[in-house]
């Protein structure tokens, strides 16, 4: 049974339990109109075909829910009514199988299902709906069309490309040429592909009413490709999910009721297409603009022109993506500013006009941004000293626009006070016990940027 027969069947019993539940809570009460046709027919979740010659193809292999919405000529009465469902060989159109859903909601989806001995793989039955109310009947539903399938493709696909090989370190920047075979298996009509190794699962949403919503999944084309001709082959122009390092994709065949063939994968290896990225000032400093260059690798942009870079930065104080156009010539300049307190990290890729994105090329810059702390009465990591004898602590700033100092000693409630002009500033302590100390502190920028703290540890005699 393949992921996708697994997936409706997983729906349609869903859907039966809570069209169950809906009919457990509405009261019955007795009939006062006449029973209706049922409308909105579907079977296996999909839609129902009224036509003899383009059946709807359907893995039944735990059977085969039929639904409709049954209805009556007085939908107010909120009559329990019942659906009668009965199916036939379309080469035997005595030997019927019928099957009845009870106690359902005028208005809502009413499923049953026909039972898998029923239904012979290969086999086109048509099936068709009515409403009950007591003895009363409505007109049957024309009838609708299934083939029954519960054979998946035989053989895994087959999968080559012509300008990735799989052996070899390919230059990035072409989309990726794929060329899906059936394999010999004959009733191939597209592939479902994922660059993960677990393919998405075929499934149909259910909306109100519980009436299905089908939809057909090759309109979703990142991850289904129809097949091209008749042989069940298909091609495949795809831009990978990163641009180097090794990759792989996996696909399987589906037949016309969406069973699976097992999977299959390719591998290919792509080179690095990383930009290069050069700051105007080898060290910007802190909390100053800074300028680079975006320069594209050559050979991608030989391939397909870059268009535009993604600059991303982290470790500073607003970590941000932004997206810088680049000049014909595939190069560009963006302008940031880097505020981290321990330094700064720029990641920055590439994008092509064929909609090649590369891999990232980093750039980083270290930063110190806590104070320098010395004293000549309490030196660091050293004694000196007492009880009662002041110090003056001398504090200095290793970047620009400090207006402010905090401190504590051992954890006592903060402090702050004002830097100079020139983000100097002295604090004079008095201990009033023997024993070992911590100073922490911290600078605060006119711009109300905190920055990072320092420990400065020593000990009063």
């Known amino acids: 049974m393949s992921i996708g027969a697994r997936s409706r069947a997983v729906l349609a019993s869903l859907g039966t339990l809570g069209l169950a539940l809906a009919a457990a809570v509405s009261p019955a009460s007795a009939a006062t109109g006449t029973p209706t046709t049922p409308t909105h027919l579907f079977n296996g979740n999909r839609n129902c075909s009224t036509d003899a010659d383009r059946p709807t193809y359907l893995w039944a292999g735990t059977g085969l829910v039929v639904e409709g919405v049954p209805g009556t000529t007085d939908p107010a009465g909120n009559p329990s009514v019942s659906v009668r469902y009965q199916a036939w060989p379309v080469t035997d159109p005595t030997h019927l199988t019928t099957v009845t859903r009870d106690h359902a909601s005028t208005g809502f989806e009413a499923p049953a299902t026909l039972p898998a001995e029923a239904l012979a793989d290969g086999q086109t039955y048509a099936w068709q709906a009515q409403t009950v109310i007591g003895s009363a009947a409505s007109d049957w539903s024309a009838p609708c069309y299934v083939t029954i399938d519960d054979t998946r493709p035989a053989n895994a696909p087959t999968i080559t490309s012509p300008n990735y090989p799989p052996d070899v370190w390919n230059q990035g920047g072409d989309r990726v040429e794929f060329r899906l075979g059936a394999n010999g298996a004959d009733d191939v009509t597209g592939y479902e592909f994922s660059w993960q190794q677990d393919l998405p699962v075929i499934g149909t949403s259910i909306g109100d009413y519980g009436i299905p919503q089908p939809t057909d999944p090759y309109d979703d084309t990142r991850y289904f490709k129809r097949a091209d001709t008749s042989d069940g082959s298909a091609t495949l122009s795809l831009v990978p999910p990163r641009g180097s390092g ?11 009721a969406y069973n699976g063939s097992a999977i299959t994968s390719y591998t290919f290896r792509v080179g690095s297409t990383a930009p290069t990225v050069t ?18 690798d050559p050979a991608l942009q030989a391939k397909s022109p870059v268009v ?11 970590d941000k993506t932004v997206e810088v156009p680049a000049a014909a010539d595939g190069t560009a300049e963006t302008t940031l500013t880097l505020d981290g307190l321990y330094g700064e990290r720029l990641w920055v890729s590439s994008k092509s006009a064929d909609g090649w994105v590369s891999d990232e090329a980093t750039w980083s810059v270290s930063y110190d941004t806590s104070p320098t702390v010395a004293s000549d009465v309490y030196p660091e990591y050293g004694s000196g000293g007492g009880a009662g004898v002041p110090g003056a602590f001398t504090l200095t700033p290793k970047v620009k626009d400090v207006v402010s100092y905090t401190y504590s000693f051992n954890g006592d409630p903060e402090v702050t006070i004002p830097a100079s002009a020139d983000g100097t500033a002295s604090l004079d302590w008095t201990p009033s016990t023997a024993g070992d100390y911590d100073l922490m502190v911290y600078a605060t920028t006119g711009a109300g940027s905190r920055l990072a703290p320092y420990d400065y540890y020593f000990t009063v005699n």
Do not use: H, I, M
Request: net charge negative; hydrophobic share 35%.
């Open 308 to 318: 535009s870079y993604s600059v991303r930065t982290t470790g500073g104080a607003d």
């Open 246 to 256: 090794v990759l792989t994709l996996w696909v399987r065949s589906l037949d016309r």
């Open 279 to 296: 700051p105007a000032d080898p060290s910007p400093g802190f909390g100053e603009p800074a300028t680079f260059s975006l320069v594209p």
